[in-house]
């Protein structure tokens, strides 16, 4: 079947190759004279005009969009809704586009041609086919709905007004006092009121399940999980087995951190009894996802050092380790169109509190919206969200079209920036840059525990709690009077993890955490950024700097610059797959995180030595 579209260009074609009628002026035997074949449809011609059409439109849609959600973002005044409304008319414009029926028809006739197009010809009309299975035009009343109820989960999401003590706190604040406080209830009361959000969100949490379940269905999509999984070429059961792999191969070391943890906090806490399951308010993370503030490492203190330096200097200062690396300046539009820091005490209005990096126009325009502190914390995001910035400005290139611009996979794009704060935190680059006193004497073994309850201690909650509990929620329409006791169950059977008090269905805990409202279905992604991350730190460390990978330096290396580039640059228009493996010799494989956390075992299994396993 032919789009309309095509059977003009199909026609025209047929009607310029055809023998034009001449009249005949010989009588001479024409034996030999066989009538030219029609040239087939040109279908790389056609693929260019209508993808040249497309992505002019994309970027004019997805940059008033882009413009819209910043201002949602960085703008909440609750109760007004002319932020949400502006979003929403301008998400639906860009629905209207990417999901209308013309466009996917289109789309699937120049696929049914597949063998005659280049790779990356095929590549765009498949990522715009993926993009139209989240926005078809066939729902466009579900579509609607959906996009508006985003708007309003979002705004309810960063316009809470988190309570401590009887006054008003930021999640900053809420973060530090869990690093910080000692006693135990008063964390209990912290924690309790970082979880006070959670049922503002559970009818707008469940409404978008079936919104964003019933818009990929359209399009035979089963679930909305299932859909956000394909994008990186796996079924949802693939992708769950990946994630189950990922935690299986690093199950070892965290039951020794956990052990270690308990015994530790119990100590901390002066309680006796060293409870089975770690208290959720014991851990300094809302989540428990990064316990590495428990270990204070003499000599490479990095909150003492940053205090001094302040936030800007943070952000000023990743720029330099990029720029070090050969990465070229930041357009000055970034700073000066960013949210960088916290908003002062007394604005009239909120802003989301959880980092982001935006490509505003698939082109330049790069920002970042975050709430910057001098500490430790803040130091890694501000590496990690400058990840996602440099790795936009590298695919902004000639061969990319603004399709393509995304990372080579989603766990790529949140690989970079995550590696870049690993390696500005160890010691060989913090003396390089004069942070710390090179002559300094540390213990490297408390080094590469504080790593683990960082590193390690994020699988159990990335590729266990949050993927099942998405994929359950999903996947498995979890019913919605068993949200919370799922996400309990999962914690304590993943991270070890109890609450201090029964959580019940009147509580949704899984919705404190942004991500689940507002980047759904995707956690994983974060799961599989470390595994790669650490293939790619071991590769670097020890084929491109020779270096132990635990005491690395790569600043002012270009060598790791092109390396990191020649990943960045092609966007999405290569195989994840095929680069992971041309660049770094391997599949996909927690091997080298494993490898590098090895040393600990033996240190933390002689910690451990008669200490109670319960996990
Ligand atoms: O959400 C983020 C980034 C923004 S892309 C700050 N991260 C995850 C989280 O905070 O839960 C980074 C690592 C995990
Ligand atoms: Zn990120």
Redesign the pocket.
């Known amino acids: 079947m032919k789009t309309p579209l095509l059977s003009i260009l199909t026609a025209a074609l047929l009607a310029a190759c055809a023998p034009t009628a001449k009249t005949p002026v010989a009588t001479a035997p024409a034996a030999t004279t066989v009538p030219a074949a029609p040239a087939p449809p040109d279908y790389r011609a056609q693929a260019d005009q209508f993808l040249t059409t497309y992505n002019a439109e994309y970027v004019r849609l997805y940059t008033a969009s882009s413009e819209a959600e910043w201002r949602s973002n960085t703008h909440i005044v609750p109760g007004d809704t002319s932020n949400a409304g502006a979003t929403t008319r301008a998400n639906q414009r860009m629905a209207a586009f990417t999901g209308s029926t013309d466009n996917i028809q289109k789309l699937r006739e120049l696929l049914e041609h597949k063998a005659d197009l280049s790779e990356i010809q095929v590549k765009q009309l498949q990522t715009a086919l993926y993009n139209a299975a989240n926005n078809p035009q066939t729902v466009a009343d579900v579509v609607k709905r959906r996009i508006g109820a985003e708007a309003a989960q979002t705004e309810k999401l960063y316009g809470f007004d988190y309570k401590y003590a009887g006054k008003s706190v930021t999640t900053n604040d809420l973060d530090e006092l869990l690093r910080n406080e000692n006693n135990p209830k008063k964390r209990q009361a912290v924690w309790e009121a970082s979880k006070a959000i959670g049922p503002t969100l559970k009818d707008g949490l469940l409404n978008l399940r079936d919104l964003r379940n019933q818009t990929v269905q359209a399009l035979s999509y089963p679930d909305y999980f299932t859909y956000q999984a394909s994008d990186c070429g796996l079924s949802r059961d693939e992708m769950m087995a990946l994630v189950r792999k990922i935690n299986t191969e690093l199950r070892p070391l965290y039951r020794e951190l956990h052990t270690y943890a308990r015994y530790e906090l119990a100590r901390k806490y002066k309680v006796k009894q060293v409870p089975d399951y770690l208290p959720a308010h014991w851990l300094p993370n809302r989540w428990g ?1 990064d316990w590495g503030s428990m270990v204070d490492v003499k000599g490479l203190n990095l909150d003492a050092v940053l205090a001094k330096k302040g936030a800007e200097w943070q952000v000023q200062q990743g720029e330099r380790f990029y720029q070090s690396l050969g990465f070229p300046a930041l357009p000055a539009s970034f700073y000066e169109k960013s949210s960088l820091y916290p908003l002062p005490k007394d604005a009239a209005y909120k802003k989301n509190n ?4 935006w490509h505003l126009d698939l082109n330049n325009d790069l920002r970042s919206l975050m709430s910057v502190e001098a500490n430790t914390e803040w130091y890694e ?1 501000s590496h ?2 400058l990840g ?1 910035i440099f790795y936009y400005q590298t695919y902004t290139n000639p061969d990319v079209p603004p399709l393509l611009r995304q990372g080579a996979n989603r766990a790529y794009h ?1 690989a970079i920036g ?1 590696m870049m704060g690993l390696a500005a935190k160890q010691k060989p680059f913090l003396a390089g840059l004069g942070l710390i006193d090179p002559k300094v004497k540390t213990d490297e073994t408390q080094q590469l525990l504080k790593e683990a309850l960082s590193y390690v201690v ?1 699988i159990p909650f ?1 590729s266990g709690v949050m993927s099942e509990w998405e994929n359950s929620f999903y996947g498995d329409q979890l019913p919605a009077d068993q949200l919370n006791a799922k996400w309990w169950a999962l914690s304590k059977q993943y991270q070890g993890i109890e609450p201090p008090t029964a959580r019940g269905e009147n509580y949704l805990d899984a919705a404190t ?1 942004t ?1 689940i409202n507002d980047d759904p279905a995707q956690y994983y992604d ?1 799961a599989l950024s470390y595994v790669i991350l650490f293939q790619l730190h071991d590769h670097i460390a020890k084929n491109i700097l020779k270096q132990d990978p635990h005491a690395t330096n790569y600043y002012g290396n270009k060598e790791v610059g092109d390396f990191l580039r020649d990943i960045m640059r092609p966007g999405s228009s290569r195989d994840w797959r095929v680069v992971l493996k041309e660049k770094t010799g391997e599949d996909l494989s927690a091997r080298a995180m494993v490898d590098y956390f090895q040393p600990l075992m033996t240190y933390l299994k002689a910690q451990n030595k008669g200490r109670k396993y319960t996990m």
């Not at 959880?354 to 990096?357: C, F, W």
Request: proline share 0%; glycine share 0%.
């Open positions: 996802q959880h980092a982001s990096a995001t990690h969200e996602h949140e995550s994020f990335a955490k991500h974060y």
